[in-house]
């Protein structure tokens, strides 16, 4: 079941829209959650020898037998979101104790302490359930030790499982193996073969989410044949579902509730109420995603009556909330309301504080959507106060966004002002005491939002501005593990350039005077769409708001993020990891599933390019210069990095390039840094970095290291570079290790590094970002934004030189470039004391990139103006290889000059 995650999201209502449509929307919050884990220390894994055991022992019951078919359908659908939520949901959010029950066999000769450890154990699954995973694990961890003591195997693999699952839910996949290794061991020892089979199925499921698909698929078929060979029907059960989902994913609902229904009657079958439940769950989902609503209230009131008539409060609560749900989404408040109640009603049953809190704030949002500001507004408060008595800085400062936005809502915008401003105080206190922590950076987001959206309904833009980018440098000081000079020392941070401050509306118009340029900035407002600011060089600040329904898209737009994230597939750019998607050459279903589908007819995609134009150029067009030599200065917020404005096409096939010379900053104030740095810059040398032996990096967290793949073309470039430039600053292969760049790096006049930018946090020290340079010693080749910043940025440190550093390649461990990938990056490097860098948004084929480098350099020579030069370069590939994936995948950041 999914009860913690979606009670989770319940008090972020602001991220629901956005990561509900977004394939790593379960992803995300098991990343975010993973921080609320204790850290436990566990011993060295041997995982190979493990495996190999594991492996070992399923091959000799035949696994490799299974039907190819049905096995191929489950894997495709294990590549879309909804199985990424139902990976989690039905093996994590909702542990299964039945499947390993050591409570049947307690007796009345029961020892006080195996009653103890058991009444332990259900309250860790309790506490995992509603979301309070810290204290989970250490009801757990009791469990494990009195079960150990006493010598319950059942016990000790039952506790170890759901240690496992609890780390899974947290994202902590690796950590999760640990105990579903060691239970799998206890399980196969004592021959329990349904627990056996359901840890197999976890370790795939952890496998996956590791990015080995291979170890991930021979768990899962493993599993399977332990079930076929026991004859198990709730697994039966549970794999039509999961085929259920592959049709779903595909967007084949009809199929798909065909096979849930299957799977409901197989359910019933065999009594089991929890494969029941989660049948009754997938056809309810089915529905509610169609929009058929009174379909979906159905199946959520069969499985309340399933929940209460089992007396489980927590399900009866997840139940009443997914009916009232669906009462909203139809616009039926009064239904709503009443189911709210209810739900609150059964929160304070259970007597747990933060359950009654959740369902009171569900309540509070309802009245909120229904006008009812005032019942909502004195709801937020109990939340608040409660906060406010536990100490609880996190949960004061997201009830304080709630109350605001009640507030704004009713007309009170000055009263939602100071609640905000308070919430800034939290956020605020949390930074002095902890230092940077990811913990609360959504929340407050949220509070940088809805402050925006106050100044707005009061009439002050200029002040929104301001505000904006004051989140804006909260944002990347959080990012950059850095403080500003203006907080105090003691918070355990490095302090950030003094540049880096919260600018005034004269400060912004300055700099756009000494940019000589158009500044644009972009703010996501989730309820409202977007927010954007117009500076020219004069100094006139022009704001208009974007409603994405309202623009002219050709094709719907639900959210801006859903739009970005279908450029690379709209190019034709493939994932690492990836594959295309099979073109299916009749209408018949894979071998193996239950049912089949007719050919489908073609559908036209929508063309992310085209509805981006329409989104945020269209409306702005007439305050932009018709000057194509003219700066225009893009600041995007978060994943707008991801966005190739150069790309950008009109609906007459024009590209956003051949009207202006674009650059793109993290914030407006960030120029003024850039600005200063540019004045500092000094060296002699060019130096040309191409195709290091490269390091080896886990593809994802907790994988195996591998070697990236080699850039030859890159060497060769680089020769050329070196050659056009006439610098004898070249390191190839080996000689590129990370002290020889380095030393070269400090007085060069400027870099060019044909190798990977690694848009990710590969060492896991918290800022995204590293450079893929030669091992060479006790160095792993790796340098990354923190030792950038450790390095160069300190005030009394020595600081880069360099004018200007290109990158060639890009490289994500999670396939695909990210925001805070970008801006961690570059804004080390500007930090760092470099005013001007050109990172890539995606690793472009080599012949075009190539060129695309040979012509810039050309460019630069003849004008010293980099933007210029890269426009031009970009417009001379343009015209030679028209798909943007040649020629526009390169953002340069920070000064053109």
Same mark, same amino acid.
């Given at each position: 079941?999914?009860?913690?995650?979606?009670?989770?999201?319940?008090?972020?209502?602001?991220?629901?829209?956005?990561?509900?449509?977004?394939?790593?929307?379960?992803?995300?919050?098991?990343?975010?959650?993973?921080?609320?884990?204790?850290?436990?220390?566990?011993?060295?894994?041997?995982?190979?020898?493990?495996?190999?055991?594991?492996?070992?022992?399923?091959?000799?019951?035949?696994?490799?037998?299974?039907?190819?078919?049905?096995?191929?359908?489950?894997?495709?659908?294990?590549?879309?979101?909804?199985?990424?939520?139902?990976?989690?949901?039905?093996?994590?959010?909702?542990?299964?104790?039945?499947?390993?029950?050591?409570?049947?066999?307690?007796?009345?000769?029961?020892?006080?302490?195996?009653?103890?450890?058991?009444?332990?154990?259900?309250?860790?699954?309790?506490?995992?359930?509603?979301?309070?995973?810290?204290?989970?694990?250490?009801?757990?961890?009791? =469990?494990? $030790? @009195?079960?150990? %003591? #006493? /010598?319950?195997?059942?016990? &000790? +693999?039952?506790? !170890?499982? *759901?240690?496992?699952?609890?780390?899974?839910?947290?994202?902590?996949?690796?950590?999760?193996?640990?105990?579903?290794?060691?239970?799998?061991?206890?399980?196969?020892?004592?021959?329990?073969?349904?627990?056996?089979?359901?840890?197999?199925?976890?370790?795939?499921?952890?496998?996956?989410?590791?990015?080995?698909?291979?170890?991930?698929?021979?768990?899962?078929?493993? =599993?399977? $044949? @332990?079930?076929? %060979? #026991? /004859?198990?029907?709730?697994? &039966? +059960?549970?794999? !039509?579902? *999961?085929?259920?989902?592959?049709?779903?994913?595909?967007?084949?609902?009809?199929?798909?509730?065909?096979?849930?229904?299957?799977?409901?009657?197989?359910?019933?079958?065999?009594?089991?109420?929890?494969?029941?439940?989660?049948?009754?769950?997938?056809?309810?989902?089915?529905?509610?995603?169609?929009?058929?609503?009174?379909?979906?209230?159905?199946?959520?009131?069969?499985?309340?009556?399933?929940?209460?008539?089992? /007396?489980?409060?927590?399900? &009866?609560?997840?139940? !009443?909330?997914?009916?009232?749900?669906?009462?909203?989404?139809?616009?039926?408040?009064?239904?709503?309301?009443?189911?709210?109640?209810?739900?609150?009603?059964?929160?304070?049953?259970?007597?747990?504080?933060?359950?009654?809190?959740?369902?009171?704030?569900?309540?509070?949002?309802?009245?909120?959507?229904?006008?009812?500001?005032?019942?909502?507004?004195?709801?937020?408060?109990?939340?608040?106060?409660?906060?406010?008595?536990? /100490?609880?800085?996190?949960? &004061?400062?997201?009830? !304080?966004?709630?109350?605001?936005?009640?507030?704004?809502?009713?007309?009170?915008?000055?009263?939602?002002?100071?609640?905000?401003?308070?919430?800034?105080?939290?956020?605020?206190?949390?930074?002095?005491?902890?230092?940077?922590?990811?913990?609360?950076?959504?929340?407050?987001?949220?509070?940088?939002?809805?402050?925006?959206?106050?100044?707005?309904?009061?009439?002050?833009?200029?002040?929104?501005?301001?505000?904006?980018?004051?989140?804006?440098?909260?944002?990347?000081?959080?990012?950059?593990?850095?403080?500003?000079?203006?907080?105090?020392?003691?918070?355990?941070?490095?302090?950030?350039?003094?540049?880096?401050?919260?600018?005034?509306?004269?400060?912004?118009?300055?700099?756009?005077?000494?940019?000589?340029?158009?500044?644009?900035?972009?703010?996501?407002?989730?309820?409202?769409?977007?927010?954007?600011?117009?500076?020219?060089?004069?100094?006139?600040?022009?704001?208009?708001?974007?409603?994405?329904?309202?623009?002219?898209?050709?094709?719907?737009?639900?959210?801006?993020?859903?739009?970005?994230?279908?450029?690379?597939?709209?190019?034709?750019?493939?994932?690492?990891?990836?594959?295309?998607?099979?073109?299916?050459?009749?209408?018949?279903?894979?071998?193996?599933?239950?049912?089949?589908?007719?050919?489908?007819?073609?559908?036209?995609?929508?063309?992310?390019?085209?509805?981006?134009?329409?989104?945020?150029?269209?409306?702005?067009?007439?305050?932009?210069?018709?000057?194509?030599?003219?700066?225009?200065?893009?600041?995007?917020?978060?994943?707008?990095?991801?966005?190739?404005?150069?790309?950008?096409?009109?609906?007459?096939?024009?590209?956003?390039?051949?009207?202006?010379?674009?650059?793109?900053?993290?914030?407006?104030?960030?120029?003024?840094?850039?600005?200063?740095?540019?004045?500092?810059?000094?060296?002699?040398?060019?130096?040309?970095?191409?195709?290091?032996?490269?390091?080896?990096?886990?593809?994802?967290?907790?994988?195996?290291?591998?070697?990236?793949?080699?850039?030859?073309?890159?060497?060769?470039?680089?020769?050329?570079?070196?050659?056009?430039?006439?610098?004898?600053?070249?390191?190839?292969?080996?000689?590129?290790?990370?002290?020889?760049?380095?030393?070269?790096?400090?007085?060069?006049?400027?870099?060019?590094?044909?190798?990977?930018?690694?848009?990710?946090?590969?060492?896991?020290?918290?800022?995204?970002?590293?450079?893929?340079?030669?091992?060479?010693?006790?160095?792993?080749?790796?340098?990354?934004?923190?030792?950038?910043?450790?390095?160069?940025?300190?005030?009394?440190?020595?600081?880069?030189?360099?004018?200007?550093?290109?990158?060639?390649?890009?490289?994500?461990?999670?396939?695909?470039?990210?925001?805070?990938?970008?801006?961690?990056?570059?804004?080390?490097?500007?930090?760092?004391?470099?005013?001007?860098?050109?990172?890539?948004?995606?690793?472009?084929?080599?012949?075009?990139?190539?060129?695309?480098?040979?012509?810039?350099?050309?460019?630069?020579?003849?004008?010293?103006?980099?933007?210029?030069?890269?426009?031009?370069?970009?417009?001379?590939?343009?015209?030679?290889?028209?798909?943007?994936?040649?020629?526009?995948?390169?953002?340069?950041?920070?000064?053109?000059?």
């Amino acid at each position: 079941m999914k009860i913690f995650l979606r009670y989770f999201l319940l008090l972020f209502p602001q991220k629901q829209e956005k990561l509900n449509s977004q394939k790593g929307f379960y992803l995300f919050w098991a990343a975010v959650l993973s921080l609320l884990a204790p850290f436990y220390l566990l011993p060295p894994l041997s995982a190979a020898s493990e495996r190999e055991n594991i492996l070992k022992n399923s091959q000799a019951q035949g696994d490799e037998d299974l039907i190819s078919g049905v096995r191929a359908s489950v894997r495709k659908s294990l590549q879309t979101a909804r199985t990424e939520k139902a990976a989690i949901t039905k093996q994590v959010v909702k542990p299964d104790p039945v499947t390993i029950d050591n409570r049947s066999q307690t007796s009345d000769r029961q020892s006080a302490s195996e009653f103890n450890a058991d009444k332990l154990l259900q309250l860790g699954i309790r506490q995992h359930q509603t979301g309070q995973f810290q204290e989970a694990l250490k009801s757990l961890q009791r =469990a494990l $030790k @009195l079960y150990q %003591e #006493i /010598g319950s195997r059942p016990g &000790e +693999a039952n506790v !170890l499982l *759901n240690i496992g699952e609890t780390y899974f839910t947290l994202g902590q996949y690796l950590r999760s193996l640990a105990f579903y290794y060691q239970s799998l061991d206890i399980l196969q020892g004592i021959g329990d073969q349904p627990g056996a089979a359901k840890a197999l199925d976890n370790l795939g499921n952890a496998y996956f989410y590791l990015g080995d698909e291979k170890q991930a698929k021979d768990f899962r078929d493993a =599993a399977q $044949k @332990l079930r076929q %060979e #026991i /004859g198990n029907p709730k697994r &039966e +059960a549970a794999f !039509l579902g *999961n085929v259920g989902i592959a049709h779903e994913s595909e967007g084949e609902y009809p199929e798909a509730i065909a096979l849930y229904k299957e799977q409901l009657a197989t359910a019933r079958e065999s009594r089991n109420p929890n494969a029941v439940l989660d049948s009754l769950n997938n056809l309810a989902e089915a529905y509610r995603t169609l929009g058929q609503y009174p379909e979906a209230i159905d199946f959520y009131q069969q499985q309340l009556l399933i929940a209460r008539k089992s /007396g489980n409060v927590t399900d &009866e609560g997840y139940f !009443l909330n997914s009916i009232a749900d669906a009462f909203e989404a139809q616009g039926q408040y009064p239904e709503a309301i009443e189911v709210r109640r209810q739900q609150v009603a059964i929160a304070q049953k259970t007597g747990d504080v933060a359950l009654q809190l959740i369902a009171l704030n569900n309540l509070a949002k309802t009245y909120q959507n229904a006008g009812q500001f005032e019942q909502a507004i004195a709801l937020y408060q109990e939340p608040l106060e409660a906060a406010r008595k536990t /100490g609880d800085r996190l949960a &004061e400062g997201t009830a !304080l966004n709630n109350l605001a936005f009640a507030l704004l809502k009713s007309g009170k915008p000055e009263e939602a002002k100071e609640t905000l401003l308070n919430s800034v105080k939290t956020w605020d206190a949390i930074r002095a005491n902890l230092g940077s922590t990811n913990r609360y950076l959504d929340a407050q987001t949220t509070t940088y939002q809805r402050l925006q959206q106050v100044l707005i309904a009061q009439k002050q833009p200029i002040a929104a501005l301001e505000m904006a980018e004051q989140g804006r440098i909260r944002s990347i000081v959080d990012l950059l593990r850095l403080r500003l000079s203006t907080e105090p020392v003691g918070s355990g941070l490095k302090p950030a350039p003094k540049k880096l401050t919260f600018p005034t509306i004269e400060e912004i118009k300055k700099i756009a005077k000494q940019e000589n340029a158009t500044l644009v900035e972009y703010s996501i407002i989730p309820d409202e769409g977007l927010y954007v600011w117009v500076i020219p060089p004069s100094g006139e600040v022009t704001f208009r708001r974007i409603e994405l329904g309202a623009q002219n898209t050709i094709f719907p737009v639900s959210s801006i993020e859903n739009v970005i994230a279908k450029i690379p597939e709209s190019l034709g750019l493939q994932a690492p990891g990836n594959p295309p998607k099979p073109k299916e050459s009749s209408g018949q279903a894979p071998a193996g599933n239950a049912t089949s589908s007719p050919a489908k007819a073609p559908i036209i995609q929508p063309k992310p390019l085209l509805q981006l134009h329409q989104l945020l150029i269209k409306p702005i067009a007439d305050l932009l210069p018709e000057d194509p030599n003219a700066r225009v200065i893009f600041i995007p917020q978060k994943e707008m990095f991801r966005i190739p404005f150069a790309a950008l096409v009109d609906v007459y096939g024009n590209s956003l390039i051949d009207k202006h010379t674009i650059l793109t900053a993290p914030a407006i104030q960030v120029l003024a840094l850039t600005k200063e740095q540019r004045g500092k810059t000094s060296g002699g040398n060019r130096l040309v970095v191409g195709n290091p032996v490269m390091p080896r990096i886990a593809p994802a967290l907790g994988q195996a290291p591998k070697a990236l793949p080699p850039l030859a073309n890159a060497e060769q470039q680089a020769l050329e570079i070196a050659d056009f430039l006439k610098t004898k600053s070249l390191l190839i292969g080996n000689q590129a290790t990370k002290a020889a760049v380095l030393e070269q790096m400090r007085k060069a006049k400027s870099v060019h590094l044909g190798t990977y930018a690694i848009l990710d946090d590969v060492k896991r020290q918290g800022v995204p970002g590293a450079i893929a340079l030669s091992p060479g010693g006790s160095d792993n080749g790796l340098l990354t934004s923190a030792e950038i910043l450790e390095s160069f940025a300190q005030p009394k440190g020595q600081h880069l030189r360099p004018e200007l550093v290109v990158f060639t390649a890009v490289e994500n461990g999670k396939g695909k470039t990210t925001g805070d990938g970008v801006i961690g990056l570059s804004t080390s490097l500007i930090a760092a004391g470099v005013p001007t860098a050109i990172v890539p948004l995606w690793s472009a084929p080599d012949a075009p990139t190539g060129a695309l480098m040979s012509e810039f350099y050309k460019q630069l020579k003849q004008n010293d103006d980099k933007a210029k030069a890269l426009r031009q370069a970009m417009l001379k590939i343009k015209q030679q290889n028209p798909n943007p994936k040649d020629w526009a995948g390169f953002t340069l950041i920070g000064e053109p000059r």
